[in-house]
C-alpha cells in the first residue's frame, strides 16, 4: 500500500491518459473565459496551498490579478483526475494558476500572499487534509521568480522559526505542464459559498520588500 504522505516514484504513478480536462464556461468570480495560455503581458504564479479550493478564493481579491483557475502539478500522471490525486499515485498536488498584471502587483507580493495565506511548514499536509497532494509548492517559471520565491521563503522562515513554528517544508521546484482540474472544482467556494476551506495561516506577517524591487 502507498503511504498517503509518501512521494510515489515514476515507474509506479498512474499512467493518465491524452485527453485533457476541458473547462468551457467563463470564470465565476472575474467573468471572462479561462486562459488557456498566458497573454502577452500578463504573468502566471503556480502555487500550492492544501485544498485548492480556498487557495484559488484567497487571490480573487488580489489587486492585480486577473484570472485563476484550480488544476494538478508536480507529478508524473497525465491529464490525471481528481480521483486519480487523491489516491496519491500521480505525483501531483492541488495546484492554482494565478494570472496577474506585474505592472500593478508584483510576483514578490504574490509570493508573500501565498505564504501568509497557509502553514508552510506541515510537509506533505495542510491541516486536516493529509497527503501528498496537499503538500505546500511553488513552481516558478523563470529564474527571476525562482530567485524571488528562495529569497522570500529564506527570510520568512526566520520570522516563523522565531514565533515557534518549524522549518518551511515547500517544495521549489521548475513549472512542469498544468493540467486543469474538472469543471466543478473550478472557483468552487463562488459556486458553492458554505464549502469547506480547509487553508489557514500562521498569523505570522511576511517581510515586506523582499525579492523583486
Not at 500500500?1 to 493518465?16: C, F, I, N, R, Y
Not at 486577473?66 to 499515485?89: A, D, F
Not at 510537509?123 to 523563470?142: E, L, P
Request: aromatic share 12%; charged share 20%.
Amino acid at each position: 500500500m502507498q503511504s498517503p504522505t509518501e512521494m510515489v516514484t515514476l515507474d509506479k504513478a498512474l499512467p493518465g491518459r491524452d485527453e485533457p480536462i476541458v473547462t468551457d464556461r467563463n470564470h465565476l468570480y472575474f467573468n471572462e473565459p479561462f486562459y488557456g495560455s498566458v497573454p502577452s503581458g500578463l504573468e502566471a504564479a503556480y502555487v500550492a496551498m492544501g485544498c485548492f479550493w480556498g487557495a484559488e478564493k484567497a487571490f480573487f481579491t488580489v489587486p492585480g490579478v486577473v484570472s485563476t483557475s484550480v488544476g494538478y502539478m508536480g507529478g508524473y500522471t497525465k491529464n490525471p483526475t481528481y480521483q486519480e490525486c487523491c489516491s496519491g499515485l500521480t505525483g501531483h498536488t492541488e495546484t492554482v494558476r494565478v494570472v496577474f498584471d506585474p505592472a500593478v502587483v508584483s510576483y514578490d507580493a504574490i509570493i508573500r500572499h501565498f505564504f501568509e495565506g497557509h502553514d508552510p511548514t506541515q510537509g506533505m499536509r495542510q491541516g486536516a487534509d493529509r497527503g501528498t497532494q496537499y503538500r505546500s509548492a511553488v513552481f516558478f517559471t523563470s529564474p527571476e521568480q525562482e530567485r524571488i520565491v528562495r529569497e522570500v521563503a529564506a527570510q520568512y522562515e526566520e520570522r516563523l522559526l522565531s514565533a515557534g513554528y518549524g522549518k518551511i517544508t515547500t517544495e521549489i521546484s521548475p513549472a512542469k505542464e498544468y493540467y486543469f482540474a474538472e469543471e466543478y472544482h473550478q472557483q468552487y467556494l463562488v459556486a458553492n459559498p458554505n464549502g469547506y476551506c480547509g487553508i489557514g495561516g500562521t498569523g505570522v506577517s511576511c517581510p515586506v520588500g523582499l525579492g523583486a524591487a
